[in-house]
């Protein structure tokens, strides 16, 4: 989420409104070469944030995730960040190297951590280093991708197809029964649904 009519003032939770970047950490467009060469995709749109008295350009991506990692994928727009100010919990586990958005570079989870949120609001993105890596290249080791903005699209899709199942079998219901396993069915549906809404 972000806040300025002339540019960006930073980037806020979009559940508790905390502030999680300043626009002085955000990647600006000459600084992020190296971390666009490694995305896998990538649509790409430069923005205009406030940076000190002037305004600097930076890009903001759009992710989509996989079937492979979502069985209800969600489409993301987002910024990079060289660091977060506060408010952040990092997921307490490896980063995730298989299945990246970034080639050569692994992702754990962000969570709000502002009295107890708990809103998704990003990734961290760790570098893997080789030992034997002759070339030093100048690619961060440690970068964030901030969520400005979640399509959640496939979750509504599959959420109309749900309930126009249980509108079909309780319109074509002969006994009770019939309906009350239509009901439980959709709240089963809908327990697993709640998390990615």
């Known amino acids: 989420m972000f806040h300025g ?11 508790c409104h905390a ?22 995709s990538k649509l790409s749109r430069k923005t205009r944030i406030r940076r000190g008295q002037g305004l600097v350009d930076v890009h903001r991506l759009r992710f989509t995730q ?29 980063p995730e190297f298989e299945v990246s958005w970034f080639r050569g570079y692994g992702w ?27 070339d030093q290249d100048e690619s961060p080791a440690v970068f964030f991708l901030l969520i400005t903005k979640a399509s959640k699209m496939a979750t509504f899709l599959f959420l109309s197809v749900v309930l126009l199942y249980v509108f079909y079998q309780v319109s074509n219901a002969t006994d009770i029964k ?20």
Request: overall charge positive; proline content about 6%; some cysteine.
């Open 178 to 197: 019939t309906i009350l396993l239509s009901f439980v069915s959709f709240a089963f549906v809908m327990l697993r649904i709640i998390p990615h809404m």
């Open 19 to 40: 502030l999680l970047a300043e626009p002085s950490d955000q990647i600006s467009c000459g600084e992020d070469e190296r971390i666009l060469k490694a995305a896998a």
């Open 108 to 134: 754990q989870i962000l969570l709000c951590d502002n009295a107890g949120c708990g809103e998704h609001i990003g990734w961290k993105f760790t570098c893997r280093r080789r030992a034997n890596q002759e």
């Open 66 to 94: 996989s079937f492979v990692v979502n069985w209800l994928p969600r489409s993301f727009d987002t910024f990079l960040a060289k660091r977060i100010i506060r408010n952040v919990i990092v997921q307490p586990r490896p």
């Open 5 to 15: 009519s002339q540019g960006v003032d930073g980037i806020f939770c979009p559940c």
